[in-house]
């Protein structure tokens, strides 16, 4: 029987309700190490129960870590976790050593409604907390590296998300690329993920100055179809554009065939655009588009919107866009002892971002402070860019110090 003591010490269960923001809980959980309980996932829906690509989101995060329990009901509508320790660990008869480890996660077919991106935001917020560096290959049916409609491109996400670690001074050993794209709702694509920069402790973060935009640079690209289509793409974007900045480089690439989910089987061809917008200051905004089975749209249609939309992010203003917004406040909650700052768009701070912010709260993580900000630097000079101080919020958070608790013991 358990001592009083051993007891009082135990972790105690943290509770919530529904589906809303269940992948972002579950990174929440592993990096604080406390358990949680959710329910009630989808009860009143046709399908209740966990989505295909959330049971393989729980596959992924097996992986990741070393030690966790996952306890799913009959129907799906109740999810206990238990985390482990961030880092994979080898099979006892592999030869080779954890650091040199590849993890290969299959994404099935019917998880094809997601793109990968929906994978490799987590992975790479738990990344620096772990005792190993991670190598992972996102490969399957159900691999879209093309931006659907609930995830980004991968295109975006390495050019405008990655480089977020860098004000916190994570930048070695960072690489994510496409071996293989894929359009939605073919699938059939690849990705390979290396993170290999591991930290103590997150520096405390002050990022407040927007800045002016000076450059823009982006990808166009073409999956089974005329590689004229990315001309036109680019001819369209760069006739907005010009508008603005001069500073303009669109790159081309072309894939002759498109891949296909089960052997030499035909995917499903398409088209689409990335754009990321660089200021002054380092500051990050993003936008891309591609072609799907819903609307038929032609190449001047995509190019034209991914334009817009770059601008239509600038317009909103801040210092982080809103989807890096929760990579930025992962890493400011789990740093240093201290108060960081970060200037945001008053776009960014709708219903999901705030319980994003009161979950950190619910694990014990740091205070957020929201107020108008009220600085003037950044808002003048030449470029693109720049926003009234009444559109821009300041959020302080304060860290609470958990770091990485994996390279603490190591």
């Known amino acids: 029987m358990p001592s009083k003591q051993s007891l009082s010490t135990a972790p105690q269960i943290l509770n919530f309700t529904g589906s809303a923001s269940l992948r972002h809980r579950l990174v929440q959980a592993t990096l604080t190490g406390k358990p949680i309980k959710i329910t009630s996932i989808r009860s009143t829906s046709l399908t209740p129960g966990l989505l295909p690509h959330e049971i393989s989101f729980l596959r992924l995060l097996d992986s990741l870590t070393n030690g966790g329990i996952f306890q799913i009901s009959e129907t799906g509508t109740t999810l206990l976790y238990k985390p482990g320790l961030i880092g994979h660990t080898p099979s006892p008869n592999s030869a080779t050593s954890s650091a040199s480890r590849i993890i290969r996660h299959d994404i099935s077919a019917e998880s ?239 219903e999901d971002f705030v319980g994003h912010l009161r979950d950190w709260r619910s694990f014990g993580c740091g205070e957020a402070l929201v107020k108008e900000w009220t600085g003037s630097e950044g808002l003048a000079g030449g470029g693109m860019g720049g926003m009234d101080e009444g559109q821009l919020i300041s959020l302080g958070v304060v860290g609470k110090g958990v770091g990485n608790v994996g390279r603490k013991v190591a």
């Open 112 to 350: 094809s409604t997601r793109g990968v991106t929906y994978f490799l935001e987590p992975t790479c917020i738990l990344a620096p907390f772990s005792k190993s560096p991670f190598h992972v290959v996102f490969s399957g049916p159900g691999c879209v590296t093309s931006a659907t409609q609930a995830d980004y491109s991968v295109d975006t996400f390495r050019t405008a998300i990655l480089p977020l670690y860098a004000h916190f001074n994570i930048i070695a050993k960072l690489e994510c690329r496409i071996t293989k794209r894929s359009c939605s709702p073919g699938g059939g694509g690849e990705v390979s993920l290396t993170f290999g920069h591991q930290i103590r402790l997150p520096p405390t973060l002050h990022l407040r100055n927007p800045g002016r935009v000076k450059r823009i640079r982006g990808v166009s690209y073409t999956i089974g179809v005329s590689a004229g289509n990315n001309q036109r793409m680019i001819h369209a974007a760069r006739e907005v554009l010009n508008q603005f900045i001069n500073d303009i480089y669109i790159y081309s690439e072309v894939v002759a065939r498109a891949p296909g989910a089960e052997g030499d089987k035909r995917g499903t061809p398409g088209f689409g655009m990335s754009l990321v917008a660089t200021s002054s200051t380092d500051c990050l905004y993003s936008a891309d588009w591609g072609s799907g089975s819903d609307v038929i749209m032609t190449p001047e249609e995509i190019g034209r919107g991914c334009a817009l939309r770059l601008l239509e992010e600038i317009a909103k203003g801040g210092c982080v866009q809103r989807i890096g917004a929760r990579t930025v406040v992962s890493l400011m909650m789990m740093g240093s002892e201290d108060v960081g700052r970060v200037v945001l768009g008053k776009g960014i701070f709708e």
